[in-house]
């Protein structure tokens, strides 16, 4: 009797794992604000003459639009001069319709590019070198022709003094994305460009492209687009993912 109704058990398990994976082939599914979004329509539409990628993913009085540069494998980022990667989402919840946008707003700093515009020089004082890398301890103060104030950066140079990366030490604020910042120290002249900034910034990666379903993750903040005080000033999305969701050509 136990055997059987282990066996019972067993079958039952099986049963619902393969409805799971059914259900999530393709899939849509993300956490807004801590709440669980899952989407019961989704599109994915590719330009032919550009290759970018554009999601539509539709839930009750909900929808979630992803629009990413390239089909290609990698990450892409949201709230960044370039436009062409970006998310809203709307929801229209008891009549009161709200709207989300990726738009370049100003802010503290979120991330920073991954390139230098000019690595400078001398910017070794303060650093101990690693395996022939200069790895600064003390985080550098940085200067902006725009409005922002206060970013400080962490910053690695070669054995020359050359800047070859940084990483966000204290954001500042005020800066919006495309602000050229100039580190502090050295020679003066090590430069880097503000990516995105908080509130308004994210990413999407495309991590496997068969060319007729493509799938992946991603996550970003939206700030408040329409002005609706019943709405709070931004919408965040954490643990994104999309499986499997069939291409079709963009109408």
């Known amino acids: 009797m136990k055997k059987l109704v282990s066996l019972i058990v067993i079958l039952v398990s099986f049963i619902s794992c393969t409805t799971d994976v059914k259900f999530n082939n393709p899939g849509f599914q993300a956490y807004r604000d801590g709440v669980l979004f899952r989407a019961l329509d989704i599109k994915a539409y590719k330009s032919a003459s550009t290759g970018a990628l554009s999601f539509v993913a539709v839930a009750q009085d909900e929808q979630l639009n992803l629009n990413v540069a390239s089909s290609n494998l990698g990450t892409y980022y949201f709230g960044t001069p370039d436009t062409s990667t970006n998310a809203t989402y709307s929801s229209t919840f008891n009549s009161v319709s709200l709207l989300y946008k990726t738009n370049i707003i100003y802010g503290p700093v979120a991330k920073m590019y991954g390139y230098m515009n000019n690595g400078g020089s001398g910017y070794v004082s303060d650093c101990t070198l690693v395996n022939g890398q200069y790895v600064c301890q003390n985080s550098h103060p940085t200067t902006n022709s725009g409005t922002g104030s206060g970013l400080t950066l962490s910053v690695i ?27 502090v120290g050295g020679n003066g002249l090590a430069s880097i460009t503000v990516l995105n900034v908080e509130g308004s910034n994210g990413e999407i990666s495309v991590t496997e492209n068969t060319g007729d379903t493509v799938s992946g993750n991603f996550k970003f903040n939206a700030i408040n687009s329409n002005g609706n005080a019943l709405g709070g000033e931004q919408v965040n999305f954490q643990y994104g993912t999309f499986y499997k969701v069939p291409v079709i050509a963009a109408p």
């Open 157 to 183: 140079s070669n054995a020359t003094g050359v800047v070859t990366s940084v990483k966000v030490a204290s954001p500042g604020n005020g800066y919006k994305a495309g602000d050229v910042v100039t580190i």
